[in-house]
């Protein structure tokens, strides 16, 4: 079930939910409206799974930058979240996807134990500015049914990420690193 926005003030008014930093007004009827931080890294239009992703780091400020069709663009939420007790899930927002903008093409599940800022995979359908600090999308919580374990404890790539992160699956295709 999701929670609604009380349930989800009581829960980070009692450390059950971490939103840094967390306002109040940003809070909807059944999730908490996240945003764009000011950095995003552009990735080449030739990825390989098999290696790790370069990329081109894009700073910016009160001004804004041009998204461009036909890019990847990385970047990530302002906010850091984290739940012991609840499932979160990240989507963008009506406001944004109407700006042609998806904002998470893959992974929007953050299991319980999740402690992260959120890593954006960022395509757009026509050029459009963006700035630091606009709302960017939703977050909900969930509760969990049945035996729960921690995402911290599983051991996993993504646990515990504050800053943007590109794929890591190259680890799996080569485990030595070469």
Not at 16 to 24: L, Y
Not at 66 to 83: D, I, K, M, N, Q
Not at 85 to 108: E, F, K, M
Request: glycine share 10%; hydrophobic share 35%; proline share 6%.
């Amino acid at each position: 079930m999701i929670l609604t926005r009380k349930a989800i003030l009581d829960a980070v008014a009692t450390g059950r939910i971490t939103i840094s930093p967390f306002d109040p007004a940003r809070l909807s009827a059944n999730a908490y409206d996240w945003s764009l931080y000011g950095e995003l890294w552009k990735c080449p239009p030739t990825l390989d799974a098999a290696v790790p992703t370069s990329y081109t780091q894009m700073l910016f400020g009160p001004e804004g930058v041009t998204l461009e069709p036909g890019v990847l663009y990385l970047g990530r939420t302002h906010e850091f979240t984290a739940s012991e007790v609840y499932a979160q899930r990240l989507n963008g927002c009506q406001d944004i996807g109407a700006l042609g903008i998806w904002v998470h093409i893959s992974a929007p599940l953050g299991h319980q134990g999740h402690a992260i800022a959120w890593t954006l995979e960022i395509r757009v359908v026509h050029p459009v500015r963006v700035y630091p600090g606009q709302t960017f999308g939703k977050i909900t919580f969930h509760t969990v049914n049945g035996e729960t374990v921690s995402y911290q404890d599983l051991g996993r790539k993504y646990r515990s990420t504050t800053g943007i992160d590109t794929s890591r699956l190259w680890e799996e295709l080569n485990p030595c690193g070469s």
